[in-house]
């Protein structure tokens, strides 16, 4: 099934920061509001911004085997990686700068918008980085 428009909601977790930590995304029909694919990645001692990434970069991919064509909106509730991923803000931290990259050569010639949402508006994105905390595991669905 070929997709015109994907959602990715994307978001990081860890506790201690930095600390334990784990991105996590889902991937949405924006037509039907139906959860398409969900991912949690570990990443191992990190801090929350570099799990903010690894989240993102988790549900762009997933994003692109669902649908390579597809226009991605990713909202996440990171202001610094909307603003850096954006360019509207430059990237000092090297782990950061290192993910921005492998983001923007994922990413390539696709369409891809990034939105700030509430924290409260990207609860799925959390479950999924809290659930590859839980189970010490990285996993995606399906």
Same mark, same amino acid.
């Given at each position: /099934?070929?997709?015109?428009?994907?959602?990715?909601?994307?978001?990081?977790?860890?506790? &201690?920061?930095?600390? %334990?930590?784990?991105?996590?995304?889902?991937?949405?029909?924006? !037509?039907?509001?139906?959860?398409?694919?969900?991912?949690?990645?570990?990443?191992?001692?990190?801090?929350?911004?570099?799990?903010?990434?690894?989240?993102?970069?988790?549900?762009?991919? /997933?994003?692109? %085997?669902?649908? +390579?064509? #597809?226009?991605?909106?990713?909202?996440?509730?990171?202001?610094?990686?909307?603003?850096? /991923?954006? &360019?509207? @803000?430059?990237?000092?931290? +090297?782990? /950061?700068?290192?993910?921005?990259?492998?983001?923007?050569?994922?990413?390539?010639?696709?369409?891809?918008?990034?939105? @700030?949402? +509430?924290? !409260? !508006?990207?609860?799925?994105? %959390? #479950?999924?980085?809290?659930?590859?905390?839980?189970?010490?595991?990285?996993?995606?669905?399906?």
């Amino acid at each position: /099934m070929s997709f015109e428009r994907l959602i990715v909601e994307a978001d990081g977790a860890s506790r &201690g920061n930095p600390g %334990d930590a784990a991105g996590g995304a889902v991937v949405i029909d924006p !037509e039907s509001g139906n959860v398409l694919a969900t991912a949690g990645v570990l990443c191992g001692h990190a801090s929350n911004n570099v799990a903010e990434y690894r989240g993102m970069i988790a549900g762009i991919e /997933m994003a692109h %085997d669902i649908s +390579p064509d #597809a226009v991605i909106q990713v909202k996440l509730d990171s202001k610094l990686v909307v603003e850096q /991923m954006s &360019g509207r @803000w430059k990237i000092k931290h +090297p782990d /950061m700068k290192d993910l921005a990259a492998t983001a923007r050569e994922l990413i390539g010639g696709s369409r891809v918008t990034f939105e @700030w949402v +509430p924290r !409260e !508006e990207n609860a799925r994105a %959390d #479950a999924a980085a809290n659930a590859a905390l839980d189970r010490k595991a990285s996993y995606r669905l399906p």
